[in-house]
């Protein structure tokens, strides 16, 4: 029984790092309707960026909130440059876009950095308490923290604020929008901007667990696209239980089906994308329009 | 003095140009109309005037040359524009709808009473003030439009055919509320209708738009009265 309880808490861990990266996913997707394929890239790319700050001497925390600023202003700008003149284009289109910004991001940080691979610190240490058996490392519980700190923030961005109030109106309606004197090129880079800072933090969370390398976030965005698709695309809150039912589905798959195995752990947010499209397509938490002709 | 003030406006979508150089004015306070016939290009007049589509000619606001403003400036400009469908946010509640519309103000106190003089006018909204927008009827969906407008101050509203998909008896009360907002806050309106009979009753000035280009214009008593125009449009 511990440890089936130790499995499950152990792929919560993980699966906090999908719904973080799919966060970012949903944030983009919700406001603009592109789904970003460079997500990933852009987070490693940030998660880079703090490996640099580091390098230069900085605290982890000051490192961290530079890192955050900078994605900030990265995503917007990559909005305005690269985004911008395509939008409202055709799903191909876009979808060729963001696959071309994986490209470039992906090939500009190995000639930046190289391709070798660094250990990135924790942010939590490595401390680690017992609970009636059961293991918890400090850093697994720093993680889901942050995570749920996050979805917090963002709700209350779009739920309290009038940043928020216009990023959601520019989704639903832009035309609209613009009528009542929202600037929808600005929000969306708001909206671009905010989904690469919290990429930068899903990268900063998940590199210490891996190695950092530049496709060391190419593996996640496959379980963070099962977790999005889980939650519904359109939610945040779906998205990072998308993350935890999938990081816990995966860890059990992993140790309890004998012949998934670690190697073939990878097929459980496959199937999870194949499950829910057909049959939930609209995903556990995903808004089917209400309307009334 | 002329409000707003239309000259030689050109407008399309793409190669098609649907207004040919028409030229009015609104006057301040007034309530006007433009009529025509299904595809004369009444709402293309409307969002030329917004900016929302592509255009060419001179448009003035209370002076100031706006010919080349985006549709944000304009709302910003206190132009207000209700448009075709209504253009409701459905996945916002009725009260973030109306927040949305007084979305460049800075008045925070001067909003929420606002917010309560739109209540004032349409209760139906006060009482589904935390329903999403989507779940409302069309009247209430118009109610929900002409609300959010209001919500931007403004000092021309534009409204696209508010008649329209609503029973008679509701249209009536909803022009009756149209007129109380014009005549008791000041507020000027340029509407476009079908509903000739109707419109002409209530307001002050019309122009009567034919394949993109202004055929008539007078007070809505000459237009009225014209043998013409009660043939082709009234079906009197």
């Known amino acids: 029984m511990e440890r089936f309880i130790q499995v499950i808490v152990d792929g919560w861990a993980t699966g906090s790092l999908y719904g973080a990266l799919a966060v970012a996913v949903v944030l983009i997707y919700r406001s603009t309707g592109i789904v970003n394929f460079a997500q990933g890239e852009l987070a490693m790319f940030s998660t880079f960026i703090a490996w640099g700050l580091l390098q230069a001497g900085l605290p982890l925390g000051l490192a961290l909130a530079g890192t955050l600023a900078i994605s900030l202003a990265g995503g917007m700008l990559i909005e305005r440059v690269i985004i911008r003149p395509v939008e409202g284009g055709e799903v191909l289109t876009l979808v060729i876009v963001t696959l071309g910004l994986y490209i470039l991001v992906n090939s500009l940080a190995g000639w930046i950095w190289g391709f070798g691979n660094r250990s990135f610190p924790s942010l939590f240490g490595d401390g680690s308490f017992d609970v009636g058996g059961v293991q918890f490392s400090v850093e697994s519980v720093g993680i889901v923290a942050v995570l749920i700190a996050v979805v917090g923030v963002l709700f209350a961005i779009f739920q309290r604020t009038k940043v928020g109030l216009a990023m959601r109106a520019v989704s639903l309606n832009p035309d609209s929008s613009r009528l009542v004197g929202i600037s929808v090129g600005r929000t969306l880079m708001i909206g671009w901007g905010i989904a690469a800072a919290v990429g930068a933090l899903a990268g900063a969370l998940i590199a210490p667990r891996l190695f950092l390398d530049v496709n060391f976030m190419g593996g996640v965005l496959i379980y963070s696209f099962a977790a999005a698709t889980l939650g519904g695309f359109d939610s945040p809150l779906g998205a990072v239980l998308g993350g935890w039912i999938i990081g816990i589905a995966e860890n059990l798959a992993g140790t309890y089906i004998d012949f998934i195995g670690a190697d073939l752990k990878i097929l459980v947010p496959l199937v999870a994308i194949l499950v829910v499209l057909l049959f939930r397509p609209t995903g556990l938490f995903g808004s089917a329009e209400v309307a009334r002709a | ?236």
């Open chain 2, 1 to 236: 003095m002329s409000l707003l003030e239309v000259s030689d406006l050109e407008a399309g979508y793409g190669p098609v140009t649907v207004l040919r150089k028409i030229s009015f004015s609104v006057d301040e306070g007034r309530i006007v109309t433009v009529l025509g016939p299904n595809g004369a290009g009444k709402t293309t007049t409307l969002r030329a005037i917004s900016g929302m589509v592509r255009r060419s000619g001179t448009i003035r606001f209370d002076g100031k040359d706006v010919s080349g403003h985006t549709p944000e400036k304009m709302a910003r400009q206190s132009v207000a524009h209700v448009p075709e469908g209504r253009g409701t946010f459905t996945g916002l509640t009725v009260e973030e709808n109306l927040r949305v519309g007084a979305f460049p103000r800075r008045d925070k106190a001067a909003v929420s009473e606002d917010m309560q003089r739109c209540f004032g006018h349409f209760p139906r909204l006060e009482e589904r003030r935390d329903q999403h927008a989507g779940s409302l009827s069309g009247g209430e969906q118009q109610m929900l439009a002409i609300g959010r407008a209001l919500m931007l101050r403004p000092r021309l509203m534009l409204l696209d055919e508010p008649s329209l998909g609503l029973a008679p008896k509701l249209t009536r009360e909803l022009f009756a509320i149209l007129e109380k907002i014009a005549r008791e806050e000041g507020v000027t309106l340029l509407l476009v209708e079908q509903n000739a009979n109707l419109v002409l009753q209530f307001a002050d000035d019309a122009h009567v738009l034919e394949s993109g280009r202004i055929v008539m214009s007078g007070t809505a008593k000459e237009i009225q009265a014209d043998e013409g125009v009660r043939r082709s449009y009234l079906g009197l």
